[in-house]
């Protein structure tokens, strides 16, 4: 089964320009988690979707971020413009709860870089 | 206050040691305590995970913890080099899998 998948793995653009992360979470799995982390803190929820729907989006940092998941499957964050604060690691994460279990499955992130 | 403390390490020990990491929280609402590992350029990857109090074992791992302290541990025993990496202590109010708080983590290295 395959796991978390993140795209791309390494970006780098300049301030001001836009970029689209993706994730696709592992099939089956209805809940979908975006986090961050930035250099020298600690990895901080951005926002939750339960299939299509943003569930909680209180992480989001400001307008300048936008996260999709059309249909359910996979999902997107836009950053626009981007600034150089916004540089850091994006993770991914999905889970599939169940009575017994509600493990959240990482991706191996996007190293975003905003020069 | 933070709401979760870890100290960031660098941690370096002799292969075979027994293998102490903690964190402090201050949020009385955890109930979810998790204990992740991150190899360089991965993913966090879930290790240990208990619903309040008590301890956990699962192989060469134990987790505790002591909601009365707001002190969680996890201890690594027989340490292996392939034990090292960044281990990010995490916790949530509401779920194992739900708005998870995560600690800096602290860089493990198990010297052969």
């Known amino acids: 089964e395959a796991g978390v998948t993140q795209f791309p793995s390494h970006s780098v653009i300049e301030k001001g320009q836009t970029v689209t992360l993706r994730c696709d979470p592992i099939?089956?799995?209805?809940?979908l988690y975006w986090y961050r982390r930035v250099m020298g803190k600690e990895i901080k929820f951005l926002l939750h979707f339960v299939k299509e729907s943003k569930q909680d989006e209180s992480g989001m940092p400001n307008n300048r971020f936008l996260a999709e998941r059309t249909g359910g499957t996979y999902s997107t964050l836009k950053v626009q413009p981007a600034e150089l604060e916004d540089s850091g690691v994006y993770f991914c994460?999905?889970?599939?709860?169940?009575?017994?279990?509600?493990?959240?499955?990482f991706g191996q992130g996007t190293r975003l870089t905003v020069v | 206050q933070k709401e979760v403390e870890q100290d960031p390490g660098p941690l370096s020990v002799p292969e075979g040691a027994i293998v102490s990491l903690n964190c402090t929280y201050s949020?009385?609402?955890?109930?979810?305590f998790m204990w992740y590992r991150q190899y360089s350029r991965k993913g966090p990857e879930l290790l240990m995970y208990?619903?309040?109090?008590g301890n956990k074992e699962d192989g060469r791992f134990t987790a505790q913890v002591d909601k009365s302290s707001k002190y969680i541990s996890l201890f690594i025993r027989d340490s292996q080099p392939s034990d090292s990496a960044t281990y990010l202590c995490a916790m949530s109010p509401w779920g194992q899998d739900d708005k998870i708080i995560f600690g800096k983590g602290t860089r493990l290295h198990i010297l052969p």
């Open positions: 994460a999905s889970s599939r709860r169940t009575l017994t279990n509600t493990e959240a499955f």
């Open positions: 208990t619903y309040s109090s």
């Open positions: 099939s089956g799995h209805d809940n």
């Open positions: 949020n009385s609402a955890f109930q979810y």
